[in-house]
């Protein structure tokens, strides 16, 4: 064989090599779980828990100590922010709070409250976009005008979780924001709470969250949703008489770390 003959393979494997290692999915997935019954964890399938592991994302805390995260996703405020907020304070809970530019620009106040009152403020982009729709530079400038925002308003430079809008993201998505220093955080607990104008009542949130309350559930409500708001002091007093603490993403985050010090940064 004469020796260009070889080097033409050669060289094919090499390019295919290299193109297959930057070709990352930028396959659309829409986050959805087997909901969790009678305390039994929720679960998306080894597929994700993968996916959400090699990108040190997460969505739900350890199965063996009752734990509850509590989060919520603010695009808009809608009048019920404050008396979560109250609540929150009564009871002594932590939680994250998911928000938008919008949110940043039309509530600033209660945005200083949330954090002047102890909670972490988390990323959930600018626009509120398909994060799989846009480029790879328009995903970094949705996360830093949030950041910087944030910033401005409360003084948070360490803004560190993220979740994608409509629940929408991608392995490359996923990427893009670990390499911009954010932490996916997905959900293991939510009911179609975000419609205002069919909200049902608080026991129809009250029911949802019962049912579905497991160890280590983060749970995702909207602030939008009168039912949530008039639901959650009962929920939360209900769900300490079950023996359920409440933890914030940091503690969560901290121990994660201390059970696996090669993963800190
Ligand atoms: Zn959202």
Redesign the pocket.
């Known amino acids: 064989m004469k020796s260009w003959q070889m080097i033409v393979p050669i060289v094919l494997v090499i390019f295919i090599y290299a193109a297959s290692a930057h070709a990352i999915s930028n396959q659309p997935i829409h986050w959805g779980f087997k909901k969790a019954k009678n305390e039994q964890q929720a679960d998306a399938g080894s597929e994700y828990d993968q996916l959400l592991d090699k990108y040190g994302g997460f969505y739900k805390g350890n199965s063996d100590e009752k734990i509850v995260y509590l989060t919520f996703?603010n695009?808009y405020e809608n009048g019920y922010t404050g008396k979560i907020l109250d609540i929150l304070k009564k009871e002594k809970v932590p939680a994250t709070f998911f928000v938008t530019g919008h949110y940043l620009k039309s509530a600033s106040d209660l945005t200083k409250r949330m954090a002047d009152e102890g909670h972490i403020i988390g990323n959930?982009s600018w626009s509120?976009p398909d994060m799989t729709q846009i480029s790879e530079d328009k995903i970094r400038l949705e996360l830093a005008k949030v950041k910087k925002e944030t910033e401005k308003l409360t003084g948070q430079t360490d803004m560190k979780y993220l979740r994608p809008?409509?629940g929408i993201l991608s392995e490359k998505s996923m990427k893009i924001a670990e390499e911009e220093g954010y932490v996916h955080v997905l959900w293991s607990l939510a009911f179609k709470d975000w419609l205002t104008n069919e909200q049902k009542g608080w026991r129809y949130s009250y029911d949802n969250i019962m049912a579905q309350v497991h160890p280590g559930s983060v749970m995702l409500l909207h602030t939008v949703s009168k039912d949530n708001a008039d639901a959650l002091e009962r929920v939360i007093k209900d769900l300490k008489k079950r023996g359920y603490v409440f933890k914030s993403l940091d503690e969560y985050m901290f121990k994660e770390k201390l059970k696996n010090p090669l993963l800190s940064n």
């Open positions: 996703d695009g959930h509120h809008p409509r």
